[in-house]
């Protein structure tokens, strides 16, 4: 019996092989299909409808109401074509009815091959009103009337692109439900029972072959069944990652709380609440001979950065070493600013590495932290170099941890010996999304702002108004205030109808020609980037015209307005990022929404939560709802799976009781070896995590 091995059985080969491997599909089909995210006869399997057609069957069309997709049987007539190339019209007649077909760009001699003259067939399709009769364009079908049954009652709709038909997706589809095979349950029976699930393969052959629209739903049992596979598959193999992780015994860090004694009788405010619960959870985790891999996320200006601090000088104070991983030099300098002004203080040795560090600068640094001289190293990529050796790193800091890959995350954490690890997110995401993506992870939220920060105001104009936004910040710019300018494309797009940030910036130099002006984007190089993001922050630039590359992070106390042009285009957590920019300084700040066009009513909703609430959670859960889970998250970020089935918020009842039960089976069966511990390894497998098995632990 495996126990330990990653490879996946040999049964599972026909599941796993390459869409070409169907019959019918050449080259240009398996490209196409690729687009829907099929490349195995698996991913064909999780393919799985949305909505379907009704086909009802009429004996006559006295009853129909049209337009009406129906299935009825026709006497073929006649035919007709007034003109050649062009539509051929093919008469046919349904007891006192009579019935057009039309096909355009089809040849007259197979025409009447399928439908001969003076016979009778069964067809269907969608009939409409054309001038004084009734018409059907290219019918679905045409069979004889001995294989009317042929034609289903309800047909099924599937996702298709250019070069995929439906009827090529159903040929191939069911070759692809002939290769699924039976698996032992690996659901616990009692969850199986509650919701009267049927097994695995009877869901997949009872959602591919639905009778009406009610199974084509979410809460279809098969469907639902499915999902909850998905799930419970990914919260076993963050399950399995924690319990490896927590298995690993690290050191006992246990601070003389001297340096933070001084650190809090230097600060000039108070800390937080649920700054003050995050240090204590982090000092536990520091303290317990369990390696911590804890998430610290916060909403925009919640002092996360301190947090880390004080958590850095209990490493330091044991006498270890303690890096901060930024994902930007210039996200890596504000933290090395904020940080080292704060050590000067109790005489602590931070420094910055960076990737431009050369000759003998960048010597002297790779010797203090060798030596241990560098108590507090902060750096981008630069930190887990091969070049770059720690005489005792033992605390890892990884900020916005979802711009760095796994193996990225894991490099740094290799440069110590069972190095603890905290990461850090300011993008407040919904509880059921936190459980999904950090389910490995322990957490702490800063959910509180500083007494001290006035909320941004917010406004939300129609760009009809941007000579009155232009005559407002024309005093803002002669008051020597510093503004963020936001657009949501590059280029000029006729079709979306979106001022480029280009274009805006041409117009705004010649409207204000006394002011010094940059842009930002992100086809421009991270070094020209930062060159412009430093003489803002410096005040060299008074305004800032931007993409959304100044999303995350980047602190300008001295900015104080944001501008963000076509913010409908944008998602609800994303402008709350963009907002967040400014607000950081003593003097109040505002945030002007333009908006082009009519709004929809999700639009609407959107502007006017965020005009409403400064909350990051609140507003987080407001945009899970209007826009789902993908877009909350951005599924390109690093380590996001994108659900086959699953629907985060149609399914989110089943996300907890599939998290309890991995943690349960795990308990009581860490290796995975009992009858149903070796079906999940199956469906981890089936699920393509077979990777986490690496995981268990032999013997």
């Given at each position: 019996?495996?126990?330990?091995?990653?490879?996946?059985?040999?049964?599972?080969?026909?599941?796993?092989?390459?869409?070409?491997?169907?019959?019918?599909?050449?080259?240009?089909?398996?490209?196409?299909?690729?687009?829907?995210?099929?490349?195995?006869?698996?991913?064909?399997?999780?393919?799985?409808?949305?909505?379907?057609?009704?086909?009802?069957?009429?004996?006559?069309?006295?009853?129909?109401?049209?337009?009406?997709?129906?299935?009825?049987?026709?006497?073929?007539?006649?035919?007709?074509?007034?003109?050649?190339?062009?539509?051929?019209?093919?008469?046919?007649?349904?007891?006192?009815?009579?019935?057009?077909?039309?096909?355009?760009?089809?040849?007259?001699?197979?025409?009447?091959?399928?439908?001969?003259?003076?016979?009778?067939?069964?067809?269907?399709?969608?009939?409409?009103?054309?001038?004084?009769?009734?018409?059907?364009?290219?019918?679905?079908?045409?069979?004889?009337?001995?294989?009317?049954?042929?034609?289903?009652?309800?047909?099924?709709?599937?996702?298709?692109?250019?070069?995929?038909?439906?009827?090529?997706?159903?040929?191939?589809?069911?070759?692809?439900?002939?290769?699924?095979?039976?698996?032992?349950?690996?659901?616990?029976?009692?969850?199986?029972?509650?919701?009267?699930?049927?097994?695995?393969?009877?869901?997949?052959?009872?959602?591919?072959?639905?009778?009406?629209?009610?199974?084509?739903?979410?809460?279809?049992?098969?469907?639902?069944?499915?999902?909850?596979?998905?799930?419970?598959?990914?919260?076993?193999?963050?399950?399995?990652?924690?319990?490896h992780f927590r298995r690993i015994r690290?050191?006992?860090?246990?601070?003389?709380?001297?340096?933070?004694?001084?650190?809090?009788?230097?600060?000039?405010?108070?800390?937080?609440?649920?700054?003050?619960?995050?240090?204590?959870?982090?000092?536990?985790?520091?303290?317990?001979?369990?390696?911590?891999?804890?998430?610290?996320?916060?909403?925009?200006?919640?002092?996360?950065?301190?947090?880390?601090?004080?958590?850095?000088?209990?490493?330091?104070?044991?006498?270890?070493?303690?890096?901060?991983?930024?994902?930007?030099?210039?996200?890596?300098?504000?933290?090395?600013?904020?940080?080292?002004?704060?050590?000067?203080?109790?005489?602590?040795?931070?420094?910055?590495?960076?990737?431009?560090?050369?000759?003998?600068?960048?010597?002297?640094?790779?010797?203090?932290?060798?030596?241990?001289?560098?108590?507090?190293?902060?750096?981008?990529?630069?930190?887990?170099?091969?070049?770059?050796?720690?005489?005792?790193?033992?605390?890892a800091v990884i900020d916005e941890q979802?711009?760095?890959?796994?193996?990225?995350?894991?490099?740094?954490?290799?440069?110590?010996?069972?190095?603890?690890?905290?990461?850090?997110?300011?993008?407040?995401i919904p509880r059921s999304l936190s459980?999904?993506?950090?389910?490995?992870?322990?957490?702490?939220?800063?959910?509180?702002?500083?007494?001290?920060?006035?909320?941004?105001?917010?406004?939300?104009?129609?760009?009809?108004?941007?000579?009155?936004?232009?005559?407002?910040?024309?005093?803002?710019?002669?008051?020597?205030?510093?503004?963020?300018?936001?657009?949501?494309?590059?280029?000029?797009?006729?079709?979306?109808?979106?001022?480029?940030?280009?274009?805006?910036?041409?117009?705004?130099?010649?409207?204000?020609?006394?002011?010094?002006?940059?842009?930002?984007?992100?086809?421009?190089?991270?070094?020209?980037?930062?060159?412009?993001?430093?003489?803002?922050?410096?005040?060299?630039?008074?305004?800032?015209?931007?993409?959304?590359?100044?999303?995350?992070?980047?602190?300008?106390?001295?900015?104080?307005?944001?501008?963000?042009?076509?913010?409908?285009?944008?998602?609800?957590?994303?402008?709350?990022?963009?907002?967040?920019?400014?607000?950081?300084?003593?003097?109040?700040?505002?945030?002007?929404?333009?908006?082009?066009?009519?709004?929809?009513?999700?639009?609407?909703?959107?502007?006017?939560?965020?005009?409403?609430?400064?909350?990051?959670?609140?507003?987080?859960?407001?945009?899970?709802?209007?826009?789902?889970?993908?877009?909350?998250?951005?599924?390109?970020?690093?380590?996001?799976?994108?659900?086959?089935?699953?629907?985060?918020?149609?399914?989110?009842?089943?996300?907890?009781?599939?998290?309890?039960?991995?943690?349960?089976?795990?308990?009581?069966?860490?290796?995975?070896?009992?009858?149903?511990?070796?079906?999940?390894?199956?469906?981890?497998?089936?699920?393509?995590?077979?990777?986490?098995?690496?995981?268990?632990?032999?013997?």
């Open positions: 019996m495996e126990t330990s091995g990653t490879s996946r059985p040999e049964r599972f080969f026909p599941l796993f092989s390459s869409i070409s491997n169907l019959s019918g599909v050449g080259p240009r089909a398996t490209l196409a299909l690729k687009k829907l995210g099929v490349e195995r006869v698996r991913d064909l399997l999780f393919l799985l409808p949305v909505g379907g057609i009704k086909r009802r069957k009429v004996f006559d069309l006295v009853s129909i109401s049209l337009p009406e997709i129906i299935t009825v049987e026709i006497l073929v007539k006649s035919y007709q074509q007034t003109k050649k190339p062009g539509p051929i019209r093919v008469l046919t007649s349904i007891r006192k009815s009579d019935l057009d077909l039309v096909f355009f760009n089809a040849r007259l001699d197979w025409i009447k091959t399928v439908l001969p003259k003076n016979e009778k067939r069964v067809i269907s399709g969608k009939i409409e009103n054309f001038q004084s009769g009734m018409q059907m364009v290219h019918p679905d079908y045409i069979v004889s009337s001995s294989e009317s049954s042929t034609i289903p009652d309800f047909e099924p709709n599937y996702p298709l692109t250019k070069g995929v038909s439906k009827k090529f997706l159903i040929k191939i589809m069911l070759q692809a439900i002939d290769k699924s095979i039976s698996f032992p349950e690996w659901i616990n029976e009692s969850i199986v029972q509650k919701f009267q699930w049927p097994r695995f393969k009877t869901s997949i052959l009872m959602v591919h072959n639905p009778k009406c629209i009610k199974e084509t739903l979410f809460d279809y049992p098969a469907r639902e069944r499915l999902a909850f596979d998905e799930l419970f598959a990914h919260q076993m193999s963050l399950a399995l990652a924690r319990l690290g050191v006992s860090i246990l601070g003389s709380g001297v340096l933070t004694k001084k650190l809090y009788d230097s600060l000039p405010f108070s800390l937080t609440a649920s700054q003050e619960k995050a240090v204590n959870e982090i000092r536990q985790d520091l303290s317990s001979e369990l390696r911590m891999n804890r998430l610290l996320q916060g909403d925009v200006g919640s002092g996360k950065t301190i947090v880390a601090f004080i958590s850095m000088l209990t490493v330091v104070e044991f006498g270890a070493q303690a890096a901060l991983l930024a994902p930007t030099e210039i996200l890596a300098k504000q933290h090395y600013k904020v940080i080292s002004e704060l050590s000067e203080k109790i005489n602590i040795n931070v420094i910055l590495l960076s990737g431009r560090d050369s000759g003998l600068k960048k010597r002297s640094k790779l010797a203090q932290i060798q030596d241990g001289l560098a108590q507090i190293i902060i750096g981008t990529h630069a930190l887990f170099q091969e070049n770059v050796i720690y005489k005792k790193l033992a605390f979802h711009r760095f890959g796994v193996h990225q995350r894991l490099n740094l954490a290799r440069k110590g010996i069972n190095v603890d690890v905290l990461s850090m997110s300011a993008t407040p459980l999904t993506f950090y389910g490995d992870m322990d957490m702490s939220i800063l959910d509180e702002k500083p007494k001290d920060r006035k909320p941004v105001k917010t406004a939300v104009m129609p760009a009809s108004k941007l000579e009155l936004i232009f005559d407002r910040l024309e005093m803002s710019l002669d008051d020597d205030r510093r503004v963020f300018w936001v657009c949501p494309l590059i280029d000029e797009s006729e079709v979306l109808q979106v001022t480029s940030a280009e274009l805006r910036l041409e117009i705004i130099e010649k409207r204000f020609p006394q002011k010094k002006i940059g842009l930002v984007h992100g086809q421009m190089s991270s070094n020209d980037r930062d060159k412009v993001m430093r003489k803002f922050i410096k005040g060299e630039i008074n305004l800032l015209v931007s993409t959304t590359v100044i999303e995350v992070g980047l602190d300008v106390p001295a900015a104080s307005i944001m501008i963000v042009e076509g913010a409908e285009r944008f998602g609800l957590a994303q402008l709350h990022q963009l907002r967040g920019r400014v607000g950081r300084g003593s003097e109040q700040s505002s945030c002007i929404l333009i908006y082009s066009g009519r709004l929809g009513k999700n639009s609407k909703a959107r502007l006017e939560i965020l005009r409403d609430t400064d909350d990051g959670f609140k507003i987080a859960e407001a945009d899970l709802r209007i826009r789902g889970a993908g877009d909350v998250l951005g599924i390109q970020q690093s380590g996001v799976p994108k659900f086959m089935v699953a629907d985060l918020q149609s399914h989110s009842h089943l996300l907890e009781i599939a998290r309890k039960d991995s943690q349960l089976l795990l308990a009581s069966d860490p290796g995975l070896t009992t009858p149903r511990g070796v079906a999940v390894r199956d469906l981890l497998y089936l699920m393509d995590l077979q990777s986490s098995l690496a995981f268990i632990q032999v013997g």
